[in-house]
């Protein structure tokens, strides 16, 4: 046999095959053929993992909206992806905005009070495009890989183990209605055979023909129930092979879907992953901006002489803004932050204490006493004094100062 007429063979049956599942198929949805149904527990993880996919798909078309909602650049960095190449490096927003902060900044002059700010400011955004930067690597990494991984690697083996079981069971129930047409077939071909000798008595028993005997003789053939018994047994061997590899495949296919709690629990760690490195980018956001809000509570004071100084340009008129209106939407009013024990016992008392200054604090007027956050002061009571302040010493510079921006030290 050559290899030509093996292949044709092989294609003859494949499209024998086919045509076979596809007829199957059809008379299914039609409602003219039985289908056989898979158990209540295979059901249930065919379900589950369907519903996986479909939820994981979700999540992790959205997380990548999420750390890079520009779909130009999403779609660059999938094609580099699919090239197996490493896309470009690109400046993020928050780098960008940074950069013209500090341009501007410099082009005003660093020796103005905006221009010292937008300074300042850019370079907070660039950190926080660098942090942002990090986010996204580490949740690539550690959160979209291996759901990407799931997608294109567990589940198609899933989808792919599943057509088969679907094609398995085509021929499984293809071959019971072949089986049961052959029965059926060969009790009609039984049926006839017996009509057929019941004539041939009759013949034999007769020596004058009738005009029924024709329609007697052609009732069937003697040999047509052999051949029906022969197309029953050949149809019951089909189906013997046909359901042992339904089974099998059957099996196949419920350890495979079986590892979807596997899959679960891995996702659980990434999700872990994915909300400890938002914690880190936001937390780092929070201190980057907390250092600036404090560096720009401090441009007022350190800025008005200077201004002052530049007598001969028209920018010397213009009043900086005090540092309490920068941070007064950060820090607590003084009505509704309760004074601690310690402050009672000091205000009561006569002696005197260290305190950290908690916040920047710029002096209204000549009585209070201007304060930069984390530096230490001496602080202590007057009689008389309203009960919300106290008087600072910092050197020989002495002032009232508010009780909600100190903490006492022991």
């Not at 890989?145 to 589940?155: A, W």
Request: hydrophobic share 35%.
């Amino acid at each position: 046999m050559s290899i030509m007429d093996f292949n044709v063979k092989k294609l003859a049956a494949d499209a024998g095959t086919f045509l076979s599942r596809a007829v199957q198929f059809t008379e299914e949805k039609l409602g003219q053929a039985e289908k056989t149904e898979l158990d209540a527990h295979l059901e249930n993880l065919l379900s589950k993992a369907e519903c996986t996919k479909q939820w994981t798909e979700k999540i992790m078309k959205q997380t990548e909206v999420l750390l890079q909602p520009n779909p130009n650049a999403r779609i660059e960095e999938f094609v580099y992806e699919k090239l197996d190449r490493k896309a470009p490096s690109r400046t993020n927003n928050q780098e960008l905005l940074g950069q013209f902060m500090i341009d501007a900044g410099n082009d005003f002059g660093p020796g103005t009070a905006y221009g010292n700010a937008l300074i300042k400011c850019g370079e907070t955004q660039k950190r926080i495009g660098t942090a942002d930067r990090e986010l996204i690597q580490t949740s690539a990494i550690n959160f979209l890989t291996p759901l990407r991984n799931f997608i294109e690697g567990d589940y198609k083996t899933i989808a792919k183990e599943k057509k088969l079981l679907q094609n398995k069971r085509l021929d499984l129930d293809a071959a019971k209605t072949r089986l049961k047409k052959a029965k059926v077939a060969e009790t009609r071909a039984t049926y006839l055979g017996y009509c057929h000798c019941l004539s041939t008595r009759r013949l034999s028993a007769s020596s004058c023909p009738s005009p029924s005997q024709p329609q007697l003789l052609s009732c069937g053939s003697p040999k047509e129930p052999e051949i029906w018994a022969e197309e029953v047994t050949k149809a019951e061997q089909e189906l013997r092979i046909t359901q042992s590899e339904f089974d099998r495949q059957a099996e196949i296919t419920r350890l495979l879907l079986e590892g979807i709690s596997s899959t679960h629990a891995h996702h659980l760690r990434c999700l872990n992953d994915f909300v400890e490195a938002q914690m880190t980018y936001y937390a780092q956001c929070y201190q980057y901006m907390l250092d600036l809000q404090k560096q720009l509570g401090s441009f007022p004071s350190t800025f008005v002489s200077n201004n002052n100084q530049s007598s001969t340009t028209s920018m010397s008129n213009i009043s900086t803004p005090s540092s309490s209106a920068v941070t007064t939407s950060l820090l607590p009013s003084t009505s509704s932050t309760v004074v601690t024990p310690a402050l009672t016992d000091l205000k009561e008392s006569s002696g005197s204490r260290k305190a950290r200054v908690l916040y920047d604090y710029d002096a209204a007027n000549s009585s209070e006493l201007s304060l930069l956050a984390d530096e230490v002061i001496t602080v202590y009571s007057i009689v008389g004094m309203d009960s919300d302040w106290l008087m600072g010493e910092r050197g020989n510079q002495k002032g009232k100062v508010p009780i909600t921006y100190l903490e006492l030290l022991n």
